[in-house]
């Protein structure tokens, strides 16, 4: 008889963090037959537990190394600055020719650090699918996550070939559209596209927080808002955790960026002083126009 078993792209997958973006990655692998066995690593097995009843993982480990050690791929979907930290303590165990990646939306120095802690015979190629929600957690995970969502690999002069490849094709697999980039180049690019935007969200929340304290008769702003507050500050829910580690991985580009967005600020805060009503319709034309320029 023919044999008619699946030919897996790996045969153990180990997931570092099994949280929206790990549980959905695994969701994918398991539903692609991309991978013979999932198993995961992390913080708290409540959350380990409720990944195998999803069927994100088929099993879980207490002890990194025995997680790994068996494992022709591992990602790291853990905060980025602990991918440095968790490399140096799982690393020499990681078999000779495994693929090490990870799904964070920082790359930058942190793929270089990454790869100077593998051992030589393991590859490290970052990538990061731009897909998510606003709310964490396996719990929220779907195998159709990154399907129709773009995902960057950053190789470096040091990256396998073959490794590099392989990671494509897994995330071609998952119905991402797969790009190429520097990863320092990266960091500029996601900083402004991104990283940015939810800096704008949080300040906006903020800002709402201390104009509520001016607001007479006792009225709850937030009680009369619509769907355009709602659009606009949908990311300020994001993972505080999360989203502190990015905005002091991608520190140097983001301060950068926030100074030029406080520029934007006080040219229109001008525009409203000197009632410059025709200025201010040039510059809300000119803001629709980039918008609707969006795909």
């Known amino acids: 008889m023919a044999d008619t078993s699946p030919e897996y792209l790996f045969q153990q997958v180990t997931i570092i963090g099994v949280g929206l973006l790990g549980g959905s990655l695994g969701l994918a692998l398991k539903e692609q037959r991309l991978a013979k ?15 195998v009843q999803l069927g994100a993982i088929d099993r ?17 979907a853990t905060p980025v600055d602990t991918y440095v930290s968790h490399v140096q303590r799982w690393g020499q165990h990681v078999p000779s020719g495994a693929i ?3 799904v964070g939306s920082v790359k930058g120095q942190l793929v270089y650090d990454v790869e100077a802690a593998l051992p030589s015979t393991a590859s490290f190629v970052g990538a990061h699918p731009i897909a998510g929600k606003e709310k964490s957690g396996v719990a929220h995970a779907t195998s159709k996550l990154f399907s129709g969502a773009r995902c960057i690999v950053t190789p470096t002069p040091h990256t396998n070939a073959e490794a590099l490849s392989r990671v494509r094709g897994l995330w071609e697999k ?14 500029w690019v996601l900083g402004a596209v991104s990283h940015l935007p939810h800096i704008a969200a949080f300040s906006l929340m903020h800002a709402l927080q201390d104009l509520q304290d001016l607001t007479p ?22 993972s505080p955790e999360m989203w502190r580690d990015i905005c002091l991985a991608n520190r140097e580009n983001l301060l950068k960026m926030v100074d030029q967005y406080i ?5 229109f805060r ?25 795909s």
């Open 37 to 51: 066995m999932v198993v995961g690593i992390g913080r708290r097995q409540t959350n380990l537990e409720l990944a």
């Open 217 to 238: 008769e006792a009225l709850h702003l937030l009680d009369f808002s619509g769907g355009g507050l709602r659009d606009t500050t949908r990311i300020a829910a994001s």
């Open 263 to 267: 520029m934007q600020l006080q040219a």
């Open 174 to 187: 998952t119905g991402s559209e797969v790009l190429s980039m520097d990863p320092m180049v990266h960091d």
């Open 270 to 294: 001008q525009l409203l002083n000197n009632q410059d009503g025709s200025g201010l319709a040039n510059n809300i034309e000119q803001a629709k126009t980039l918008r609707e320029g969006l």
């Open 100 to 102: 090490v990646s990870d």
């Open 60 to 76: 879980f480990f207490s002890e990194p190394h025995e997680a790994v050690r068996d494992s022709d791929f591992i990602v790291l």
